[in-house]
């Protein structure tokens, strides 16, 4: 079984600073990790996903995100916060390649202040 | 253009009515999904459907129902039996053994 924790349910950066949402798994096999931003009732984008090959990982929108297998993180950095960033971020694991679902945190709702 | 469509995007429930909400997408994908988003829950998987007349339950399946008779369509049944259906339902796909999943645009579920 996987699992996966957000800390921080609310994120308030100022405009040009920069962004950090943490996310934390447990998983009992090697884990496939993903990021996905959700926008106002709309559904999820996939911003960037980590399936072992390089551990740092670039995604949309000068997102990246660093897989770090000691300290089961995989954390979403952008070095410069922009207005259209604020939105609903969800990390989420999967132990087989996406197959049978994915297991989502409860999500960082990221507000930028301007 | 390819993509996964929901519909309604709005859908009002009387207690004690069965209602489905309809998924299809035209990305060829083989695998679809269904999730349930609450307000600080995140999304929790519901059904899930590696090919076509297969399906298995997902974490909260108890008052849902599915059928994937077409490889293009993942329709969900919310039941009379579903306690607490008020929520925002997702739609997603991926291909056969590929782990990307892409979302629909959601139903939103009002119970009155």
């Known amino acids: 079984a996987q699992s996966v924790t957000q800390l921080g349910s609310h994120v308030s950066v100022s405009e040009g600073a920069l962004v950090l949402l943490r996310c934390n798994y447990s998983s009992s096999v090697p884990p496939y990790l993903f990021w996905y931003v959700q926008y106002p009732n709309q559904g999820l984008q996939l911003l960037l996903k980590?399936?072992?090959?390089?551990?740092l990982v670039k995604g949309i929108n000068g997102f990246e995100a660093e897989f770090k297998k000691s300290e089961t993180s995989f954390h979403l950095t952008k070095p410069s916060a922009h207005m259209s960033d604020a939105a609903e971020y969800f990390c989420a694991v999967s132990a087989f390649r996406g197959a049978d679902g994915l297991t989502f945190g409860k999500g960082t709702h990221l507000i930028i202040q301007p | 253009d390819g993509g996964i469509t929901q519909s309604p995007k709005y859908l009002f429930r009387k207690e004690g009515q069965n209602v489905t909400l309809s998924c299809e997408q035209n990305l060829n994908h083989d695998a679809m999904y269904w999730y349930r988003q609450d307000p600080g829950q995140g999304l929790r998987l519901i059904y899930y459907s590696q090919i076509v007349n297969d399906f298995q339950k997902g974490d909260i399946a108890e008052g849902y129902s599915v059928s994937r008779e077409k490889k293009e369509s993942f329709p969900l049944t919310v039941t009379s039996a579903q306690k607490n259906p008020t929520a925002f339902y997702l739609c997603a796909s991926s291909m056969a053994g590929v782990d990307t999943q892409y979302f629909g645009p959601g139903t939103r579920l009002t119970v009155l």
């Open positions: 980590y399936t072992s090959a390089a551990t």
